[in-house]
């Protein structure tokens, strides 16, 4: 019998993380993730339901411990939901390592560290962004070096046009000016940012925009 | 909660008695410099704290750059609110302030008083106000925040009762000229209502430590705590009784006064809409705090819900005075793992 894609990348997981199980369904890890990260030890039994569509759609993560407080303050909601970060960031991250031992390795246990490090310290270590439209327009503003909303959003309605077909993407010229407002080529200024189109589908982009414009 | 916890908690959240002397001292002097003060003399000056310090609920601030407030209202007698002007009562008071031999040139005006702070550990508040004639039991007018309005309040009268709530008869100490009244239960023992109301104001002031433009007065907590209060003799049972029975105002407005004085206007209307959400979340998640420290079997956890209701530094100075019959947390098999790097870690967001 074939061995499905989520069976390989669980067992590469299973190695490391070896008290975590997959049930039946083979979409739902579970176990806990116990992990030594920057001087803090500790454990939270987690809970992985991998979505159908995996990994075109990322995985949620609850904690099932109840050890961290259900609370919008400490980003998780009330059925236990982890908010790791952004949907775009998450998916960029998800991008350098498509695998289940990269989105727990980079975008999970990160997610632990920043609760430990805030119960520790008092703040968190990376910040944390501000709860629904506001935070995506922070994340944008950060990711893509622009001030305001206009900027930000003048610019990803500028990039939902390279999801077009070939034909159609021709009308964006790499010498034209960049949309925002650098005065430079778009070539040699936000031209990296295409790598957006590749990791980000065209539907969740403009579902973000369609947040921000509400803001 | 167990109760050695709370008292070691509640031990790290109190002033140090010098401190305390210190601003008893200072705010007597001052108030005897007023009440003896040639200007004002013949408006028969009254004087007398309000505010935490009378109540006996200072909490140690959380940041050593914040002081903790010590008010004083010099009540200035006055045949009606039409006989002086807001603006004459101010500097009239202000006057006499800085003539002071030695604190008058460190007196700034603020939005209705005249302030001054000391050593950097305290913040001395004088509100001049004049008799409420329509009042019959002691109140008075002073200005409101903006400066235009007179605004209805009555601090005896809701000592008096904040003193009674926590069932205990008020020992006045009449040694002092009668119109200096420097009663004030701060060097008395703390009675469990006063310490439940230290620690949701401490548990106030850690949920609003980002946003403390959205943090809600002392006087609303204080009411709060003392209209749920129901006589227990411990800190451990009137803090459980006052979480359980606190209203969580998830549906309607909010109304907490004392008096005909709502002290929640700040928290109704359209315009105060974030403050208020903000105040039932802080209810909710204080509850929610407390609910998760009486049942935590482990210390690890009991350090994470003190750190995130008490402040960090509190959390670790209370663990490291105790394990407090709780169990240890074994960890099996911890992974090492190094973070990514910084621009590829993601800030934890909520979509709603």
């Known amino acids: 019998m074939e061995i499905s894609l989520i069976e390989k990348e669980f067992a590469e997981l299973n190695l490391v993380f070896t008290d975590l199980k997959i049930l039946e369904d083979g979409k739902t890890i579970h176990g806990p993730l116990a992990f030594q990260i920057e001087g803090f030890t500790d454990s939270f039994e987690i809970e992985i339901k991998i979505p159908n569509d995996y990994p075109f759609h990322l995985p949620s993560v609850y904690e099932t411990s109840n050890r961290i407080p259900r609370f919008d303050k400490y980003h998780v909601n009330t059925d236990g939901t982890l908010c790791l970060g952004s949907r775009r960031k998450i998916s960029e991250i998800f991008s350098k390592e498509r695998s289940l031992m990269g989105f727990v390795k980079n975008a999970v246990l990160p997610f632990f560290f920043s609760f430990c490090y805030l119960v520790e310290n008092g703040v968190r270590p990376y910040g944390e962004l501000s709860h629904g439209s506001a935070g995506l327009l922070e994340d944008y503003k950060e990711f893509l070096g622009l001030r305001n909303k206009k900027e930000v959003l003048d610019f990803l309605n500028y990039t939902l046009l390279l999801y077009q077909k070939p034909k159609k993407r021709l009308k964006i010229k790499t010498r034209e000016r960049c949309r925002c407002g650098s005065k430079l080529r778009f070539s040699k200024c936000h031209k990296k940012y295409d790598l957006l189109t590749a990791y980000y589908s065209e539907q969740e982009l403009k579902k973000d925009i369609d947040s921000m414009e509400k803001l | 909660m167990t109760q050695a916890i709370l008292s070691a908690l509640v031990h790290k959240l109190e002033i140090s008695p010098e401190e305390y002397k210190k601003a008893e001292r200072i705010a007597a002097d001052l108030a005897y410099h007023l009440a003896n003060h040639q200007g004002i003399k013949a408006r028969n000056p009254q004087l007398y704290i309000q505010g935490s310090f009378r109540l006996g609920t200072v909490v140690k601030p959380i940041d050593s750059d914040q002081k903790f407030d010590v008010d004083i209202v010099c009540v200035l007698a006055a045949d009606s609110k039409s006989t002086i002007t807001k603006k004459e009562l101010k500097e009239e008071v202000g006057k006499a302030l800085q003539n002071h031999p030695v604190l008058g040139y460190k007196f700034k005006p603020k939005p209705r008083c005249w302030s001054i702070e000391v ?75 006063q310490t439940a109301v230290q620690i949701l104001k401490r548990m106030r002031d850690i949920h609003f430590k980002d946003r403390p433009d959205l943090k809600p007065s002392s006087i609303v907590i204080t009411t709060i705590a003392a209209n749920s209060y129901n006589g227990e003799p411990d800190v451990l049972s009137a803090l459980n009784s006052i979480i359980c029975k606190m209203p969580t105002y998830e549906s309607g407005e909010i109304d907490i006064s004392y008096e005909g004085e709502n002290f929640a206007n700040g928290l109704s209307g359209e315009e105060n809409k974030d403050r208020r959400n903000a105040f039932i979340g802080f209810l909710k998640n204080t509850k929610d705090l407390c609910l998760r420290l009486s049942q935590t079997e482990y210390l690890e956890d009991a350090k994470n819900y003190i750190s995130l209701g008490f402040g960090a530094d509190i959390a670790k100075s209370v663990i490291h005075d105790g394990d407090f019959g709780l169990k240890r947390r074994v960890i099996g098999n911890p992974q090492k793992v190094y973070l990514p790097q910084q621009d590829m870690l993601a800030k934890p967001w909520k979509s709603h």
């Open chain 2, 119 to 193: 050593d950097n550990v305290f913040k001395i508040d004088v509100v001049p106000g004049i008799p409420n004639l329509d009042s019959q039991n002691g109140g008075i007018l002073i200005q409101d925040k903006d400066e235009v309005r007179w605004q209805e309040t009555n601090p005896k009268a809701y000592f008096k009762w904040f003193d009674e709530k926590r069932k205990r008869l008020l020992v006045v100490k009449n040694n002092v000229k009668d119109a200096v009244d420097m009663t004030h239960l701060e060097s008395e023992r703390r009675m469990p209502l």
